[in-house]
């Protein structure tokens, strides 16, 4: 049976192009900090990196300091409230990626409070719930761009406008925004992303880092990244990072519509065969890349479980513990039943799937329920 690979928002595979620069690029030994020339040859490769992808962004080189992942990131740009050496509280939304909400209970600890605005049924922050968190104490707000679980694309510049008119700073995780929506880091004081999430290698990432807004690194050492993260850089990695960028960003609207396509007819049809499905955030502004399915039967583990025997590989919405199904806490903070909770399985689409994938897709989901 031919492998059909929906799980895009978890990890995507390497363009072809992007494989083979990159296998090029792993002949750059060069350390970018060393000052002969072959050190000098990396880092001129380096920062040429950097300024491709701040122009992509619309925002200066400086501003972009490289890293490992948006884990890293996310932690990075969390714990430098700590920093600030001031009691306060953090906002961030409930449906945050565990990278900010792990970090966030921690600072709690720290006896920084932390307030979580509401999302609704629809999988969007209610900006006026999140208006009312905010106040003189607020040290950060940290919402997503994209949501990971229900793709859907959270309103960034009213909340950017509305820490800019009280002063905070505000911080995105763009993980699944970037090269999948149009958006722009306006109003944005931090942003971070995870290059494998675009179709460029693991393990390496960056971080937005707005002039002038104050950043503690997490690493010291070396001083590399302008002294914002210590650490060589993972000169192939980044150099991949910048062509998978180049190459979305080429036909950016082009490929948002591909993927839109897939989504779209995917949802038809299975709204067509199984009509009692729900589609969460479906008429909301959403990510075209993905689509969070509850089904009105089964449960998350075994329909993945099920599809994965059948190579179509998806993700479960849910957690397990001791062979129970655990129900979504996000999906039952929105509003979704217990049951519901435990029957949401999300589909993930990039740019190698193809539209023959879709239906093959839906036959083998309506074999397994
Ligand atoms: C929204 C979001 N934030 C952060 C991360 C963490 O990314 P990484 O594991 O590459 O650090 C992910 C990964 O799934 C994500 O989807």
């Known amino acids: 049976m031919k492998r059909i690979y929906l799980d895009n928002a978890a990890t995507t595979p390497l363009l072809p192009e992007v494989k083979d620069f990159m296998c090029r690029a792993l002949e750059l030994y060069g350390n970018p900090s060393s000052s002969h ?95 009312t968190l905010i106040d003189e104490d607020t040290l950060l707000v940290s919402v997503m761009s994209v949501s990971n679980e229900f793709g ?114 995917f949802e038809s049809l299975l709204l067509e065969k199984i009509p009692d499905v729900k589609i969460v955030g479906k008429y909301s502004r959403r990510s075209p890349s993905i689509s969070a399915v509850i089904f009105p039967r089964g449960n998350s583990r075994d329909i993945v479980n099920g599809l994965s025997e059948r190579d179509l590989f998806c993700s479960s919405g849910s957690a397990c513990s001791s062979g129970e199904v655990i129900p979504n806490e996000h999906l039952i903070k929105m509003g979704f039943s217990q049951e519901e909770a435990t029957r949401m399985v999300r589909f993930s689409f990039g740019l190698l799937n193809g539209e023959e994938e879709v239906s093959e897709a839906v036959d083998r989901i309506l074999k397994v329920l």
């Open 152 to 265: 859907t694309i959270q309103p960034i510049h009213e909340i950017s406008k509305l820490c800019m008119e009280r002063g905070v700073p505000f911080h995105t995780d763009a993980v699944q925004a970037l090269g999948k929506v149009n958006f722009s880091l306006q109003g944005v004081n931090y942003a971070t992303f995870s290059a494998h999430k675009f179709h460029a290698p693991k393990g390496v990432g960056f971080m937005f880092v707005r002039e002038g807004s104050v950043l503690k690194p997490l690493l010291l050492g070396g001083g590399q990244e302008g002294g914002l993260r210590s650490g060589t850089q993972n000169l192939p990695g980044i150099l991949a990072m910048a062509k998978a960028l180049e190459l979305i960003y080429e036909n950016l609207d082009e490929n948002i519509s591909k993927v839109e396509k897939l989504r779209d007819s």
């Open 37 to 131: 020339r072959i050190g000098e040859e990396a880092r001129e490769l380096l920062e040429l990196a950097r300024e491709n992808i701040a122009s992509f962004l619309n925002v200066l080189p400086s501003e972009i300091v490289f890293n490992s992942c948006a884990t890293e990131g996310n932690n990075t740009v969390l714990r430098n409230v700590l920093y600030l050496k001031r009691r306060g509280n953090i906002v961030i939304s409930s449906i945050e990626h565990k990278s900010v909400k792990a970090v966030a209970r921690e600072l709690e600890k720290e006896g920084i409070e932390l307030r979580e605005a509401i999302v609704g049924t629809d999988g969007i922050v209610e900006l006026e719930a999140l208006q």
